[in-house]
């Protein structure tokens, strides 16, 4: 079966992304490629009800792939949430002729992408791009591996000055529910401590780590916090801690948004591309509601209900070198 | 079956690549793990021969999981060739009292290993580490996704300054003969032309490219060569284009050594350390003559033979997704 | 005057400064260029009361000046405060039959190292490595510039993903003291609002600024805060705005230790490159309890005393530079 | 003495140079806060000749501060060194309403504009944007900090990779009649030898060097080599020495245009926004035909005339600390 496409529209929703734009450069040229006529919907769904749609071309993509952020920016919208939101929705997406819509971002996109598939019969793939690697049906989503690389580069430095005695560095991370960048990131850093939601062990492990540590003749350990966790943020158990262990100097670092930002690394990038150029042929061959994603090295569709209902586990393979490495 | 390890040796062979701290890291402390003690082996097989052999520890290894290069430093050994020098080799294997051995390196490093195998029945197990990529039965190498990193960031500020007409910028990165970097950092720096060994298409190809981006409105282009193809390097050809093209300006990079340092990327740190972790379990689990990598997310296990022998292809989804998004 | 100098001590002290190695390795090669024998002290007075003394040579500072942190450790010493530390100190001090001291710090360092002078005689001079910049006779501190770099590469990253409306993100960076590093950053990262120490004008103004942007169209902004001001840290400020202007969203970033970390800087690196030639120059022409530091682009003098009591004042152009290019 | 200016022209012209844009930025607040309506000139002189002059206001240069090359583009003009191309500038000039000119380039602009002046009387200051640092009248031209650093960060990663013994790097950095990014880069690189215009001792000199180094127990030595010097790039010197020491391996990087681009540094960042803050008001006070410059911390005012002829000489402090830390 395929599907003839003559005007399709691309828009970002939800957090940035680095890799966005790389997305959103495929997105076009492979529309370019194919004989479609690209529009960039500006802010997300928010755009789309307000009518911000404008038509690009191959060169209105030029030199964005190496930026961060996105160039059609991303905004959250309430209104989208609404019966009444979508229809204004659909009536812009009708005036300006548009075929097909593919919606870059995380699965709260997605369903809001579901449902405008089901009540307007809008063709629709989804293209994941969030840092927190938490959509099922794709090994990597745009984003992640940017992230992580910003998260050791930051803890090496601190890693540099990490010389005395008995110091304490805690790092905050993003993932509140998910701890895959804290975990790959904690590997990646050498942290001596990682504390994610799929795996908390609880302040009393942390304490024997460092007492283990102390034995072993560490001189200063650096703990990584996934936001959110049960016993709070980086700053909180840094606090409870130093009440157990007052020989104990604690530092706390909040790196907040700055992983959401930053030139994509390469995989990104690549990731991108072949994401943007997949998402246009797949809806040329007739899909929708679906997500492009990579499995095993290749480009796979998950259906949006798999992609946002269920979840990727952590790998207990990656927990395991997480212990060992930090001996 | 399983293998009792006592004392165990670790060495880097071959061209530097970012990560083979982290592998010598993960090494080293999975046997502090598992109760085996460790042996660094420095400068490769040279080391081995001229008995450079010392006792680590989970200390020793500490803050170099950031650094680039190796802590054991590698080179090359002629002597390690002749029968002659792996007798020596041995010897001092067996003076240091070691059970078996981790090869970090390239295939050349897994062909010694193998002669020194059938040799003397040590058994041995290889970490891939490299920055080409071009080891079969792993789909990452150590060093790799570092290196497209510093092509990109390398080549984005060369974007910065092409604003002017009709400029031309010519690339030079490795890739003897394996073009996995130079198509992968092409499409990740957003390149208009890739020249690699497995798809070169010739100048002639290259002049239709630039001239349809004449015609797209693009006002510079950006070309990725790998060393060593048909054409030349990158100043050969930057010379020939301008001789058929007189109103272009030919501008060259040639980043060499650049591309083999640097800090690892988090992939490649996270990479290093599962390999690290998997290569002292594969020994204990009684194989030998085998490299650990990573297939479809999974750590695999592949014969040095087979390693040895095969080569993996440069896929054509990329090939094809490199055309569409340069346009 | 000249002095005659046998055998010379260095050590470094106060929190880490990245180009503290490359001052390290200057002063270490400057010894062997004139025919000293350098002697590296680690952890600061702290191993000069414990005896931490060894010989180094022109190799033992090879491939340090682009690492941050200090090789030669650093801590705090609170025994050297004391008479009987410094007694202490000053036997292991002969016992290495050591002729004079460079001290590599801050103004503490200083302090202790003019009681050192006072009650001994040692000839010691000092070079100026902290982040802070703080130090009034040098133009520049080691560390000062890497740290501006750090901050702005975290804010840029911030910035690319300030795209939403109403969106406000606070920034805290060090500098309980003295704002340069604010100062400097905020212009630096285009900061909408910067909150030092030494013009603090105070919430209300933040929220008129805001009030500004608004109209003038900006759709988010920066604001950097150096640690320790009036109204408390990013986290207490952001609240407070956020309970003032319930339309605003505001998100927190805490470097911390980042800035004391990473590799130096080029100018950093040039910058204790020369001073620590200087320091071994102004020690064998018989000065001591001076500071070298850059005044004017040359090397000058400052006797420790002067150093330690006077302070740098912000730059009123910079101040206003920094107001007008945040219109 | 006091000007009136009611619309004020910007354009950058000559080489790209990181800081450019904050430059651009700085002026164009400048102007807003000022009261004057700021104009974009694209692509430096041709684009004045071309009539490509825009309105710009406060937003136009919102999130540029951080982005390398020029946002107004630069090209080079035969046409405006003709006189019939000048007066067709003027023209566009007039017909713009412009009253006062800020050009932001190297000596090659303030040629031109000096001659714009002359001609046609329309007042202008110079900003000195070039990495080459070779311009009379200021300490640090913009970009060439960040210049400085993208050179150490790619030299920093050929070091991690050059453990073997006998190894020889050349690196080829910019710089064809000065040799200030070459001396300053090689002292922050740790170069073992440093090939300069000015103080170019030639091939037997660089021999003697490396047998040093061999003797001192190098392993491996990195020879910075500016371009255009007597001996030729660094390609042919590595040839007319691997001919010399056939012992030695020599491996050649090229950085060429890489130098130009990139993320302006911080200081890069505060010199354009000072400069570009100072121009505005240096129009204002009734000056024309001056650069405003940074001498000594602090602005200071050179006429075109002695900005083109006269140059900054290489400090023989430098010369004499890279000697020293060198050994």
Do not use: W
Request: with cysteine; proline share 3%; charged share 25%.
């Amino acid at each position: 079966m395929t599907r003839e496409i003559r005007r399709l529209g691309v828009l970002t929703s939800g957090g940035d992304a680095p890799g966005m734009n790389a997305a959103i450069r495929a997105v076009v040229r492979a529309c370019v490629h194919h004989g479609i006529k690209p529009y960039g919907i500006r802010e997300g769904y928010k755009g789309l009800i307000d009518g911000q749609i404008e038509p690009m071309n191959a060169r209105s993509v030029a030199n964005i792939i190496n930026q961060g952020g996105t160039l059609l920016k991303s905004a959250r919208s309430q209104a989208f949430r609404t019966p009444e939101g979508r229809q204004t929705a659909f009536e812009n997406f009708r005036s300006a002729d548009l075929d097909a819509l593919v919606v870059i971002g995380g699965d709260g996109s997605f369903t809001g992408a579901t449902l405008f598939e089901k009540e307007f019969g809008i063709p629709v793939v989804g293209i994941p791009g969030t840092i927190d690697n938490d959509i099922f049906g794709t090994d990597y989503t745009i984003g992640y591996d940017t992230a992580l690389n910003t998260v050791i580069e930051a803890v090496d430095k601190i890693r540099d000055t990490a010389t005395s005695h008995n110091r304490l560095f805690f790092v905050e991370v993003m993932g509140r529910d998910a701890g895959f960048i804290a975990l790959n990131s904690g590997i990646g850093c050498g942290a001596e401590e990682i504390l994610i939601p799929e795996a908390d062990r609880g302040i009393d492990h942390l304490i024997k780590s460092l007492e283990r540590s102390d034995r072993t003749g560490k001189t200063s350990s650096i703990v990584l916090v996934a936001e959110g966790g049960k016993d709070g943020g980086a700053f909180e158990i840094a606090k409870t801690l130093e009440a157990k262990l007052p020989d104990y100097e604690a530092r706390v670092t909040v790196l907040g948004h700055i992983q959401r930002g930053g030139r994509p690394s390469c995989f990104d990038r690549v990731l991108a591309s072949r994401l943007g150029v997949a998402a246009v042929k797949t809806l040329m061959a007739g899909n929708s509601c679906v997500m492009v994603g990579v499995r095993n090295n290749a480009v796979a569709l998950t259906p949006f209900a798999e992609a946002i209902s269920k979840h990727n586990a952590i790998d207990d393979e990656l927990l395991e070198v997480a212990d060992i490495v930090s001996i």
